[in-house]
C-alpha cells in the first residue's frame, strides 16, 4: 500500500514569505503529526491531528499552524519565514487506536529559506 | 520536561566488530521505537518494542526493552557498511507539548572497512 506521502520535496523561500506544506498519510490512517528536524535541535514534534481536530501542539509560535481535512490530508503553514525555519519537515500517520499507534514517516520537506 | 537520552551520539566501527547502542529515557513507557535515517531520507521503522522483556531481532540488529530500569538497547552484530546510518530512540507517551513520541538526538554510526 501507499505510504506516507510529501509534497513538496524541497522548497527555498525568502524570510518573510509563508510556506504551507502537504502531507497524504497512509490510507485508512486517521493521525497525522508533524515534527521539524534540524541539526543542533533533533526532532521537535510541531502538532498532531486526529479527524480534523488539532489534538496536540508542540512548544512553537503561532506562525505555525496546520490542519487536517475530512480526507485526513494534512497541510501545515509558517508564516512570516525565518532563517531559523530552514530544516526537514517530517510527517507521520498512524491509525492511532490503543493497540496500533506506530507512527509512519514520509519522505520530508526540506525548506530552505535565505 | 521528559528526556529521551542515546548514547553514543557518534561511533566509528569496523567491519565485523559488535556494539550496543543505549537509549534512557526519564518517564514510564511500555513502548519504544528504533528508526533508521539514511542522509537526507526520512525515518524508517526498525523495531516496535511494546512491554517489558521485548526483543526483537532483524538480521544484525537486535533490540530490547526494559521498562523497569527505563532502558532499550540496540545491538549490532557484525557491523556490515550497509548499516551506516543514523539510528534513533522514541519513546511513546501520550498527549503534552512534546507530542506521542519523544526521539532521542540519534546515534550516527558509521562503520568501516
Known amino acids: 500500500k501507499a505510504g506516507v506521502t510529501q509534497t513538496p520535496r524541497y522548497l527555498i523561500k525568502t524570510r518573510g514569505q509563508q510556506v504551507t506544506l502537504s502531507c497524504s498519510p497512509i490510507?485508512?490512517?486517521?493521525?497525522v503529526s508533524w515534527y521539524q528536524q534540524t541539526p543542533g535541535q533533533g526532532l521537535q514534534f510541531l502538532f498532531e491531528y486526529f479527524s480534523e481536530t488539532q489534538r496536540n501542539k508542540g512548544n512553537f509560535p503561532g506562525r505555525f499552524s496546520g490542519r487536517q481535512f475530512s480526507n485526513s490530508r494534512s497541510e501545515m503553514n509558517v508564516s512570516t519565514l525565518e532563517l531559523g525555519d530552514s530544516a526537514l519537515y517530517l510527517c507521520a500517520s498512524s491509525l492511532r487506536t490503543a493497540w496500533n499507534t506506530e507512527a509512519f514517516f514520509g519522505q520530508g520537506t526540506r525548506l530552505t529559506v535565505v | 520536561e521528559l528526556k529521551v537520552e542515546q548514547n553514543p551520539l557518534f561511533l566509528s566501527m569496523q567491519e565485523g566488530k559488535n556494539y550496543t547502542i543505549y537509549c534512557n529515557y526519564s518517564t514510564t513507557s511500555d513502548r519504544l521505537y528504533w528508526y533508521r535515517q539514511d542522509p537526507g531520507k526520512s525515518l524508517e521503522s526498525l523495531f516496535v518494542l511494546l512491554s517489558n522483556g521485548a526483543v526483537k531481532q532483524e538480521g544484525r540488529l537486535m533490540a530490547s526493552l526494559d521498562t523497569k530500569a527505563r532502558l532499550s538497547t540496540l545491538h549490532i552484530t557484525a557491523a556490515v557498511h550497509d548499516l551506516s546510518a543514523t539510528y534513533f530512540c522514541?519513546?511513546?507517551?501520550?498527549?503534552?507539548?512534546?507530542?506521542?513520541?519523544?526521539f532521542g538526538k540519534g546515534t550516527k554510526l558509521s562503520v568501516k572497512p
Open positions: 522514541a519513546v511513546e507517551v501520550f498527549g503534552g507539548s512534546q507530542g506521542n513520541l519523544i
Open positions: 490510507s485508512g490512517h486517521r493521525s
